[in-house]
């Protein structure tokens, strides 16, 4: 009943006749009778207000929040006190929330705020009134103190509050451990945050605790149930000879698998033919996890809280067991695997002209790396080619598919982004000793593009199959957002005209206009700031980025969990043919549930592999103080300048350390002006820093500019601006004006030149 009166009550909320009631009103109005009803229906009242769904005035009238000014949404909090709240109308600008009128709210809370008229810059200020759900329970931090008084600093910079220990509730951490806290009582106006000590990771300085604090921090689980290990043992170790029924036998068809040099888990195997008449086909073979992860299964439960993989610097928190992972799943070579193949056929230009997905099994033939590849297809290295001669000739068919295919999607839109990738190097201690900066080759665009076919390929059979689905969207970016980016991009001689909507090959010649120029790097993360994040989705929305209707993750069931449902999707309809009214209804109930929590659940792996990431970086910066570096300005904020070196770290020249002047920050133009002197500092001007100060922990490196002589290697532009049309296609060429007309019947007499 209850559900029922909530149901009516949000429905009769929302018709635009509706003001705010009192208990009685609403009680009427809904024709609730009797004193049990009335009282179920003010504890119902009570718990949607305690969940921040509906809101009651100081004159006790109720109605949704948004019509009484008030807004739902998640807390971002900051260092310095202060937040900001992300709404849950994703329509909507985040509010800015002063310190003093945080209300105890903690960074990932859900809360209800006030939002008031005034602003924080091109932001709506608000005051948080309710905190409806905490998000924090247990957090990570450094244990402090001693006779009798102890306390955690938090590793997380975005809680800016220490928290309390009771004495005996310590579990004997000294000073200077890294612990687990569970808080007991939260924070208040008036009082600190209180807790207790629930696990002793280590001391700060040990090895291997600075990233178990991070895995900590971010709540993932590294160790396993003991019902998941035991459920994993019980699976063979070898394919066995009754679950080849009815699968597609590829064990003496050529087949390769091609991955980074210390990758452990294969989840894909390819194979290439082509016709004489100049078709192909494309043959991808994906690990059959679904086999053996069965739906509620303790695996499928482990499988499903994780989420995804988590690859930090050096090490793996899988999504599966090692026994799965790394054995029976993996298409290890030379032996029998299962796996879900997608066969493409695929003509000249690109276009899939035919495909057929379907169980197989196949035993590859070769473990090829990125590196063996990249040195066959463009060096023709002689001990390498004889070495896998008998693939060879595959793999030079895959390198002119690859190319016609991206071609083929660059030429639609394709936004691709050619950001700097690094590799930190660690000894046995997990201490950095090197970053190396990797750079993209044609063997690993080569794999990428026959995922993304396949991917594709996957999600159109399925959208016009008309069944519910898992889809990986990206949707259109926000219109402010480009708008800020349009106006960024004139610093740089560059404009966009059209309509308020976007083309992504719009984006992509942008890109591929600054291609190699000093101001690529920042210009690209400008844009990628402007766009959405993509997410899972119930939904076919499209991928923006992708520049394609059709879009899902099918390739990679090991260690990412959508993908593992997208395979059982593909088994459920087509292989055990449950298309009925009465199956699908029950799969589109429980689809927007995983997509939410598989979103999320990346989001998470992203921010730690992040801050591990960081963390590295500063560890090995932290013997270079007093060193000398180039660099590139990389990002330009009202309180400083952050300068990227070569190896991609990047540090923060902090605008009180820039001591020759007094300098203002230009917003709108993203560079730094000196009141006295003039003198500017812009995105992409290269510089010469010096190594002053670095705090591991949080990841923080402190440069100073050194030798003035700093060079602008901005690109030659001409007056007029390069000017790019929001639908992606080329401006018509002027004609001359004033009257140029050349007479068809008379040709122009060619005039003679003036010696």
């Not at 520049?547 to 099918?554: I, L, Q, V």
């Not at 292989?575 to 927007?592: C, F, H, R």
């Not at 592999?609 to 660099?631: C, H, P, V, W």
């Not at 070196?645 to 923060?652: I, P, Q, S």
Request: aromatic share 8%; with cysteine; hydrophobic share 35%.
């Amino acid at each position: 009943m209850n559900e029922q009166w909530k149901e009516q009550l949000i429905r009769w909320m929302e018709t635009s006749s509706y003001t705010p009631s009192t208990v009685h009103e609403l009680q009427r109005a809904l024709e609730i009778d009797g004193a049990e009803n009335f009282k179920e229906f003010v504890k119902l009242l009570v718990e949607m207000e305690q969940r921040g769904e509906i809101v009651r005035s100081r004159a006790n009238r109720y109605g949704l929040p948004e019509q009484m000014n008030f807004m739902r949404g998640r807390f971002i909090g900051h260092a310095k006190g202060f937040g900001f709240v992300e709404p849950e109308d994703k329509e909507l600008d985040d509010i800015f929330i002063p310190p003093t009128k945080t209300n105890g709210a903690m960074n990932g809370d859900t809360v209800l705020i006030r939002v008031s008229d005034e602003s924080f810059g091109d932001r709506r200020e608000g005051e948080v009134t309710r905190i409806v759900e905490r998000k924090t329970t247990s957090i990570v931090g450094t244990f402090h103190g001693g006779e009798g008084y102890y306390y955690v600093v938090p590793d997380e910079k975005k809680l800016p509050m220490d928290i309390l220990i009771p004495k005996g509730k310590t579990l004997g951490a000294m000073d200077g451990h890294k612990v687990l806290v569970e808080i007991t009582e939260w924070p208040s106006e008036i009082r600190s945050a209180t807790g207790m000590v629930t696990k002793v990771l280590g001391h700060k300085n040990d090895p291997g605790v600075d990233i178990l604090s991070i895995v900590h921090k971010h709540g993932i689980v590294v160790d396993f149930p003991e019902d998941v290990l035991e459920q994993a043992e019980k699976i063979p170790d070898t394919v066995l000879p009754e679950q080849l029924e009815g699968r597609e036998d590829y064990r003496d068809e050529l087949t390769i698998t091609i991955d980074g040099d210390d990758a452990k888990d294969l989840d894909d195997a390819i194979a290439v033919t082509k016709t004489e008449d100049g078709l192909y086909t494309l043959t991808v073979h994906i690990s059959d996890v679904s086999y053996y992860v069965t739906k509620d299964s303790p695996m499928d439960k482990e499988a499903y809280d994780r989420g995804t993989s988590v690859y930090l610097t050096d090490r793996v928190i899988p999504m599966l067991p090692h026994k799965l992972s790394n054995g029976i799943c993996s298409l290890n070579p030379g032996v029998d695997r299962l796996t879900m193949t997608c066969e493409m056929t695929i003509d000249e230009s690109g276009t899939i002209v035919d495909h057929q997905i379907y169980e197989s099994v196949i035993r590859s033939d070769e473990r090829m790396t990125y590196k063996d590849v990249y040195n066959i297809l463009e060096h023709e290295e002689p001990t390498l080619m004889k070495k896998y001669e008998r693939v060879v000739p595959m793999l030079f068919h895959m390198k002119e598919l690859a190319h016609i295919l991206r071609t083929k999607r660059q030429a639609r839109g394709s936004i691709d982004f050619n950001f700097k990738e690094s590799k930190i190097i660690v000894d046995d201690k997990g201490w950095p000793v090197d970053i190396e900066v990797i750079e993209r080759t044609v063997s690993e665009r080569l794999i990428e593009e026959f995922m993304l076919a396949a991917n594709e390929t996957i999600a159109e059979h399925f959208h016009w199959l008309n069944v519910p689905f898992m889809y990986r969207v990206h949707e259109n970016p926000k219109e402010e957002r480009l708008e800020h980016f349009f106006s960024f991009l004139t610093n740089f001689g560059l404009a966009m005209k059209g309509g308020q909507s976007v083309h992504p090959r719009a984006l992509q010649q942008i890109l591929e206009q600054i291609e190699d120029t000093p101001e690529e790097p920042v210009i690209s993360m400008m844009l990628l700031r402007s766009m959405q994040q993509a997410k899972y989705l119930d939904a076919n929305l499209g991928h923006f980025g992708l520049s394609t209707d059709f879009y899902t993750h099918f390739t990679a069931p090991i260690r990412r969990y959508p993908d593992l449902i997208v395979h059982r999707l593909i088994r459920h309809y087509l292989i055990n043919g449950q298309i009925g009214k009465k199956s699908t209804k029950k799969v589109a109930s429980q689809l927007p549930e995983i997509a939410e929590h598989t979103s999320a659940r990346e989001r998470r792996a992203v921010d730690a592999e992040r801050d591990t990431e960081s963390l590295k970086k500063a560890q090995f910066m932290l013997d270079k103080i007093g060193e000398t570096y180039e660099g590139v300005v990389s990002s330009v904020t009202n309180f400083g300048i952050f300068v990227e070196l070569e190896n991609t770290v990047e540090g923060l020249v902090h605008v009180r350390e820039m001591k020759d002047d007094y300098y203002r920050f230009d917003e709108r133009a993203m560079m730094m002006i000196g009141e006295r002197t003039a003198k500017q500092y812009r995105l992409g001007d290269v510089v010469q820093v010096e190594v002053t100060n670095v705090n591991p922990e949080e990841g923080d490196i402190d440069f100073v500019f050194v030798n003035e002589k700093r060079q602008r290697k901005t690109s030659k532009r001409s007056s007029r601006p390069k000017t790019f049309r929001s639908d992606g296609q080329k401006n018509k060429k002027r004609r001359p004006r004033g009257n140029n007309k050349i007479s068809r019947k008379h040709p122009a007499k060619r005039r003679r030149r003036k010696k």
